[in-house]
């Protein structure tokens, strides 16, 4: 008997560790014991390892998330990473983590009041921004942002004056932003101003008239953020008819494709724009199909008009037009294969739902494209066409989809039945007697 709770103990030890590899090997969880082992010592080497582990590299959104997910016992170790480190960079990073932490963060606020005096304007700007986000007035934090409202970066000062709004200075903060939305030197400083204001919420209602204004301005940027901000603000009325026209006739092929994701953003409420953006889908434009597929996906059921416009983008395997940065020439870009914008016009099917039902033969054509990515994404949109989200074949499908992590434990877990069975069958057997 003791033999065999021994067998028992034994193999319930070694389930569990084989179990438990695939999430102590992580990403998440190597990460978090690279930071635990280097910790406070030395130069923040740990935010350049951040982008260098193993699934490659990580953007400046998802470094800041990872280090705010430390938590409240990271900011002493941040905080004296805010003090000490070199790059501007990584202090920014810093700035903006322990923004993100909210009021956890509240010891990191004497540091962050320091802050707003560096060198770099980025570190100045994330700073002010995490002061807004942590919600202390304590350690002299109103006069320290009001002393930063004549900083010489734009930006900062926008920050700043968005931080005192937060904090109940909304008398001070807001004429600050609405002067930025109205300075005639600075086109993309107008467009953050508008943005800035429609993410305060109720408190930017004294700003409305302004931000009105500003969807006449003469320069495609100041428009689009003052659509977005009406956009935001929940005014859908007043954002759609500008975005419109910028997906139309906008002068930069970048300014349509902008255009395009805001009408998605806006969701079903752009319903009007449909004819605009399927229209948008007839384009050698890769990334301006994409943003209008994608669009018409949010927009939903609505968007029934455009099944036929995104069939034939299903099929459309030319990416046409490539562009080598904002604001320079395109150029034809030869052999070039227009993927992303084929699975977004699959996944644009899949969400206006029954309403597509013209479009599964497209849907069945692009279940044999070279790219797996367009493949799954036809079979979800044939699923959700068929089924809709809500049913049996729904809940199978999400449970393939986490089928590779399943079946090693399912087999870990046979292998233990298995060997529990033959201990059992072993010590159940009786020796024969000896003759």
């Not at 003090?83 to 501007?88: A, F, N």
Request: proline residues 6%.
């Amino acid at each position: 008997m003791k033999l065999r709770s021994t067998h028992v103990i034994i193999v319930a030890v070694v389930l569990v560790l084989l179990g438990g590899l695939r999430w102590f090997n992580s990403p998440a969880q190597r990460t978090g014991r690279l930071i635990a082992k280097l910790g406070p010592p030395g130069p923040w080497e740990w935010l350049l390892i951040l982008t260098e582990l193993q699934d490659g590299f990580y953007s400046r959104d998802d470094i800041v998330a990872k280090l705010a997910a430390l938590g409240q016992g990271a900011v002493p170790t941040l905080v004296q990473g805010l003090k000490e480190e070199e790059l501007p960079n990584t202090r920014s990073y810093i700035a903006s983590a322990l923004g993100e932490m909210g009021p956890a963060a509240k010891d990191a606020v004497p540091a962050l009041v320091l802050a707003l005096e560096d060198g770099s304007w980025g570190v100045r700007a994330n700073a002010a921004c995490a002061l807004g986000k942590i919600g202390s007035t304590s350690d002299g934090v109103i006069p320290a942002l009001e002393a930063c409202l004549d900083d010489t970066g734009p930006l900062v000062r926008m920050d700043v004056a968005t931080a005192l709004v937060r904090l109940g200075k909304a008398e001070t903060g807001i004429p600050i932003l609405m002067r930025s939305l109205k300075d005639p030197s600075r086109t993309s400083e107008r467009a953050e101003a508008a943005r800035r204001l429609a993410h305060l919420g109720p408190a930017a209602q004294p700003a409305i008239p302004a931000l009105a204004e500003a969807l006449k301005d003469e320069a495609e940027y100041a428009r689009l953020g003052a659509a977005e901000a009406f956009a935001i603000l929940g005014k859908p009325d007043e954002a759609v008819p500008v975005l419109i026209d910028l997906l139309r006739n906008g002068r930069e092929l970048r300014m349509r494709e902008y255009a395009a994701s805001a009408l998605g953003q806006i969701g079903p409420a752009a319903e009007a724009a449909v004819p605009a953006l399927a229209s948008a889908l007839d384009t050698r434009d890769e990334d301006r199909r994409e943003a209008a597929a994608e669009a018409l996906g949010n927009i939903g059921p609505a968007a029934r008009e455009a099944v036929p416009a995104l069939s034939i983008a299903l099929r459309n395997r030319k990416a046409g037009l490539k562009r080598t940065a904002p604001g320079l020439v395109d150029f034809d870009y030869e052999g070039a294969d227009s993927e992303s914008a084929r699975k977004a016009a699959a996944v644009a099917l899949g969400k206006i739902g029954s309403e597509a039902k013209d479009a599964i033969p497209a849907l069945r054509e692009a279940l044999k494209d070279d790219s797996a990515h367009v493949r799954r994404a036809a079979a979800d949109a044939l699923r959700e066409i068929r089924y809709g989200s809500g049913n049996m074949m729904s809940y199978i499908s999400q449970v393939w989809e986490w089928w590779p992590f399943i079946l090693p434990l399912l087999g870990y877990g046979c292998v233990g039945v298995i060997i529990w069975a033959w201990i059992r069958a072993k010590a159940s057997v009786k020796p024969l007697p000896k003759r």
